[in-house]
């Protein structure tokens, strides 16, 4: 039996997948790229942004128009809104929060579906030693599979929602679960999850909950795992990042120390490896931070600080609890201890009562910033979000128009930066090849894309000299520094 898995939305739910990837191959499900393949058929939603909620209704009306034909199940999980979800609960079959993934096994069961690791078991005349699936690698650790014939109730899927509600794991457990990572060079590791900042425009807090730090001796062994195996980049993941550790009251390490304990190991180990995070925000972004990034070359000379808007006023609305003042001062601190370091940021127009003057305030904040990278949003309300209460007021076209004005002051940094670069060698992460060219691509240090005039496949997944001879407004790209 084969599973096709989508997911949507930002980086946390892309480590998310990998450890739905682990349980339901634990379940001797095989993955396929194919959605007409599948019997089973999941989505990772992302009700942050209405686009990806769109995309999830497109897929289910597919789905289930199938299911007059062919049997097959189909879930969903990720970051789902309350309405959201009482909506989906009216499409799919199964739907389950990531602190409930452990069950998902437990909940096939019920809706009376035979899993080939159950298959398995009963073909087996010793049970107890019987494998999980076809392939050992895959056993999910702390998963009884053990009843999985059993009990095979048909429940709808509002019966099964209802009753794992009372027994739902919490989010350590779904820590403690195995990912099945996606790459052999690049990972994803989750440090906390949930929100306490309740940004007035976002929904993370509603969908993922309150921040939890996860423990910190399991974030450091995951790290040196990785690193042993030869791992080339590795990005901590966590909805403020920054305010690791706070949760805990002083039993944990603070998120400095934390990088720090990395930045010793990655000195320690002489190896060639970069280290990331996202996102902080700037309420909780001290100097000390800074200060241990420039003491460590593993950790990567590349910040991820999210604008939203250059206006006081709109950053009182947005309940960002900081002012421009707080955010001019950590980026000037990074400048000048980080003087190499790419700055990126998010940013969004036409939040609800954006005035021109106020539209201008983060015209002149990206101008005077210059950003390597910017992800500008046009704002649209989320159900559950507190300015969703309040007028979208702010016409379509006229946040389009700012979108453009700013992605042309943002290019033009960019730009400046990149060219900055021409004739020099600098190491760079490759990735992959390029469709249309054969070329091969990755990105610097910096995470700046950069495009290798090269078609040597072996040098996938290894950081190599690059001469920089093309500088764009948004990648680079050159040749090796020196012949193989």
Known sequence: MKYHLITLGCQMNKSDSERVKTVVEGMGFVPTDSEEDANLLGILACSVRQKSIDKVYSKILKWNKRKDRESLITFISGCVLPKDRESFMKSFDLIFTMDELLQFPDML????????????????????????????????????????????????????????????????????????????????????????????????????????????????????????????????????????????????????????????????????????????????MNQDVIDVIARYDCLAKQIHLPLQSGDDRLLIKMNRNHSMEKYRSIVQYIREKLPTATLFTDIIVGFTSESDEQFQHTAEAMREFAYNMAYVAVYSPRPGARSSRWDDDVPMQVKKERLHYLSDIFGASSSIWNKNLLGKSIPVLITGVEKKTGYLMGYNEGRINVRILHTDKSLIGQIVPITITTALEFSLAGELSQPL
């Open 109 to 284: 069961v019920q809706y009376g579906v035979v899993t080939p690791a159950g298959l398995m078991r009963r073909q087996d005349t010793s049970p107890e030693t019987a494998p999980l699936a076809s392939n050992p690698a895959h056993a999910v650790n702390s998963l009884n599979l053990t009843n999985l014939l059993q009990q095979k109730k048909k429940l709808s899927a509002k019966d099964i929602q209802l009753s794992i509600n009372h027994e739902a794991a919490n989010i350590q457990n779904f820590w403690d679960i195995q990912p099945e990572y996606s790459s052999e060079f690049e990972a994803f590791i989750p440090i906390q999850n949930g929100c306490d900042k309740f940004c007035s425009f976002c929904a993370v807090p509603y969908t993922r909950g309150r921040e939890v730090s996860r423990p910190s001796h399991e974030i450091l062994d995951e790290v040196k795992n990785l690193v042993d195996k030869g791992y080339k980049s590795i990005t901590l993941l966590g909805q403020n990042v920054n305010s690791y550790g706070l949760d805990k009251k002083g039993d944990e390490l603070s998120f400095a120390q934390l990088l720090d304990e990395i930045g010793q190991y990655g000195n320690s180990t002489g190896k060639q490896f970069w280290v990331y995070f996202t996102s902080p925000h700037p309420r909780d």
